[in-house]
Every structure is written in C-alpha cells, then in structure tokens.
C-alpha cells in the first residue's frame, strides 16, 4: 500500500528523479551489452533486474522520493486513497498521467468503486511491469488500462480473458465479458467469447450467467448452426426458461421463438411442448406456422416434402448435437503411437421417416500422414536412393467414410464435423472445430498445427485424443414441383 500521508521534501523529490533516471540508463546500459557481448564466446550477462524490481517496489510502498500525488475518490465514500508516486515512472507508462501531471503535481481522479478498488494493483504494475489478477477483476483492470492509455496492460488483460474463457467461476464470466467487448469495441476478444459460448453452450445453458444473456447475444447464437448442444429440445428448454425470466416484448419473443429449429424436435416432443409449455401457449400464434411446418416434415418421406418446401435453409439444417443418433465419442489413448479406427452408427436424417434407418461409418485415424509434396521420391543418383522422410514431417490425418451405399441415400448429403475437447483450467471443454462436406472424406487442415508427439501437449488429456463426431444429414431438393 502507498503511503497515505507526510510531506515530502524537495532533496527527496529530487532522488526520486535520480532513480527514475537510473532506471532508464540501466535499461539503456544492457540493451547496449548485449549487443556488445554478442559476438564474444565468453561473454555473460550480470542481471540483477529482480533487485531492481525490489527496489521500485519499495519506492512505491515508502514513497521515498515522491515528486506527485494521487487522490483516488468514489462516490460511495467521502474518503479518498492516496499514493505518493513519482511523475517520471508515471509518464513513461502513461501519456495521461504525462499530461494531467504537467503541471501540477497533485491530482484528484474520481473512479467507481470496481476501479478504485483495484488502482493500488495499477499502480504497482506501472512501476513493476507484472500484476496478478482474478476473473471478476478483469473487466476493472482493462477498464483502468484503457482510461489511463497503458497499452501493453490492455494487451495483457484482453489477453488474459480470452485464455481463461474455460475457467470455473461461480456466477459465471464469459457473458459479461462478451457485453463488455461489445461496449469497447474490441472485436477480437467479443469473437473469442462468442465463439466459445457457441461450442460450449450445454454448460451456459445451465449455468447461472444464463439469465444475463442479452436479446443481441441470444439471436446471434440462435442463428448459428455450429452451436454444440445434446439437442434442440435442450436448446428450446434454456430459450423457454430465458423467456420466461427476462419476459421481453412480443416482437422479440416472436424473433426468438422462430429460431428455434423445431423440424430437428421429434414429434413425440413437440406434442408435449404444445400441451405443457406455457411460454409456447403464450405465444403459439407467432410459430404455429413453423410447428405445423414440422410436423409435415416428420409425416412425409424427405424427398416427396422436399419437392414443396425449401429445405435448403437453416430451418432443415443440424446444429451440432451430441446426442447418440448424430454421432460418436472417440478417446484414443497415445494417438501418436500408431494408426487407430473406429465404427459407429447415425439415424439416417432428422426426418421421423428416416428414423429407423442407419448409416454405418467407418473413421481412420493416422498420426503421421504425409502430404504429397512430403512423402519419399527417388533422387537423380546413380543409386537411386529414396530420400528419406522425418517423422516430425507428418501431420494427423482423420477419414470418415460410410461403410454402406444405398437407394435411401438419394437426396441426402452428410456434413461431418469433429469437436477437440482440450483441459483448460481443470475443464474439458471444445477448443477446436473441424468440418467437410460428403465430397471429401477428411478435413484438410485437421490438427495441422498439433504436436501429438509431446505428453504436454495442449490437444492432449492424460496422454489421450479426445474426439466427437458429428454426422450432419442435409437433404436437398431433386424436383421441383409448383405450388
């Protein structure tokens, strides 16, 4: 903690330049040795910058040298936090602080409470560089890193919340933090937070920050069909609930209610909705024509429905559910050892008329495929020798093939899609997302990037490849007919 009183004198003052100068030429002085020492093969360095750090440190805790003060006030209290600080030290992190201290060597800052009570860990990073942080202080400290123009912790905490997306948190934090990205402008974090929400949303779904959802925030997800969820059916129940607690306008119900996808919710399952849900009574005039849609749907062979209606939008298109009809989990335990594969089953489409049609699909896993432009060719010596390939070379490859053709298959195409799940912060959750169409068998760029040869690496829990795959049934139209 700064120290709250005394006067302090001008000699002091004038250390407290003098350090601050001191600081500066010894940063100056080892930029300069090492280029000195670069070339030299017994060169060392002496680095005593954890002392130096010490030191600063101290100089804020005692304000010895102090040449400025800092009144922190709030309108919660009458009293106001002082820091005794130095003006140099400020202005070098700060091109405010550099402009309110021209002057004057005493300033009144006025900050809400969340802010103010976090600004002795501000100001310590501006004499030390490092600050440690907790999830609900994230958005205060960004907050304070913006106001006062200290770049690099901005970076740092827009840094810090995307990396910690996963972390546990009683009421929850990604929402918040999606709201916050929206009001700043900052699209990255915002995209970030949006984008996990999506592939993780059964766990928003139940949990506490469900409630905060915005109608902006709601739709978009709505929208989206990369949305990772057991089923639609969970998905209208969280829909249902949200509706029920935030009780908006009719428009906006109507809007939120057409993006569910009813046409992927059994027929069993809707007749229970219209008979027990209230919010669908309350409103079934705005999607009685899309209940009614759906059921069609179920009641008549695909391709005969297709021939009336569009099924070519995302009323008719699969999110990503996890349930056991749309695909399989797939753990494979040391995936760098050696090639692995896998069966499973799905129901042929969303459609009650495919219900009790299966597809088989076999999946290949390989850890060190080679692209062609890698594999072994023969030089243009005399012996013919094959130029050998390194192992590091290769990259994951996963192919997903049905095991069967059939009739049945007319006007269905298949989009597949396989989730990552990673440990972050002690949760499994979706990190990565890979999809193709029927017309390829595999994802170009699965795990490109990924090094499944290290035990710490980050696609890797207890040494094993966690996987999900997603068998997406799209039908299309063969035939047009005329209404």
């Known amino acids: ?227 990772v969820l057991h089923s639609e059916l969970e998905l209208y129940t969280a829909v249902e609930s949200w509706l029920s607690r935030r009780q908006p306008e009719g428009p906006v119900a109507k809007r939120v209610l057409r993006a569910i996808r009813y046409p992927m919710i059994a027929p069993s399952q809707l007749f229970r909705l219209q008979v027990q849900s209230p919010v669908l009574a309350r409103h079934y005039g705005a999607v009685q024509d899309l209940l009614f849609q759906a059921f069609q749907f179920h009641a008549a062979p695909p391709l005969h429905f297709a021939k009336y209606f569009d099924v070519n939008c995302s009323m008719f298109l699969p999110r990503n559910y996890l349930a056991p009809s749309w695909g399989s989990q797939w753990v494979i335990n040391n995936p760098a050892r050696d090639d692995r594969s896998t069966s499973f089953q799905t129901q042929l489409g969303p459609s009650s008329h495919d219900a009790g049609k299966r597809v088989t699909w076999n999946v290949l896993f390989s850890p060190r495929w080679l692209p062609v432009s890698l594999r072994p060719v023969y030089s243009d010596s005399v012996s013919g020798a094959v130029q050998p390939a390194r192992i590091e070379d290769g990259r994951p490859r996963l192919v997903i093939t049905p095991a069967m053709s059939s009739p049945d298959f007319a006007g269905v195409s298949f989009q597949k899609t396989v989730l990552v799940g990673v440990r972050q912060q002690g949760r499994v959750v979706v990190k990565h997302a890979y999809s193709f169409h029927q017309s390829s068998d595999e994802a170009a760029d699965f795990l490109a990037h990924a090094d499944l040869q290290k035990r710490t690496s980050e696609y890797l829990i207890d040494n094993s490849l966690h996987l999900h795959i997603i068998i997406k049934p799209v039908y299309h139209s063969l035939i047009k007919v005329k209404k």
Request: hydrophobic share 45%.
């Open 1 to 227: 903690m700064a120290r709250l009183t005394g006067a302090q004198p001008v000699a002091a003052r004038r250390w407290g330049c003098v350090a601050s100068a001191f600081l500066f030429l010894l940063l100056t002085v080892q930029a300069a040795q090492k280029a000195d020492l670069s070339g030299d093969a017994t060169a060392a360095t002496i680095n005593h910058s954890l002392m130096l750090l010490q030191r600063l440190q101290e100089l804020l805790q005692n304000g010895n040298g102090s040449d400025s003060v800092l009144r922190v006030r709030t309108a919660a209290s009458d009293e106001a936090k002082v820091f005794h600080t130095h003006q140099l030290l400020l202005s070098l992190q700060s091109e405010v602080f550099e402009s309110l201290l021209h002057n004057q060597s005493t300033i009144t800052l006025h900050e809400p409470p969340e802010t103010a009570a976090l600004f002795e860990k501000f100001i310590r990073y501006l004499y030390c560089g490092g600050v440690s942080i907790l999830l609900h202080q994230a958005i205060p400290m960004h907050q304070l890193a913006s106001k006062y123009r200290v770049w690099g912790l901005q970076r740092g905490v827009a840094d810090y919340m995307k990396t910690h997306l996963a972390s546990e948190s009683s009421q929850g934090h990604v929402v918040g933090w999606y709201h916050y990205a929206v009001r700043i402008g900052d699209a990255a974090l915002q995209e970030s937070c949006l984008q996990f929400l999506a592939w993780n949303l059964s766990a928003v779904l139940g949990s506490a920050e469900w409630g905060s959802v915005s109608v902006e925030l709601l739709l978009l997800l709505l929208e989206r069909s990369d949305l």
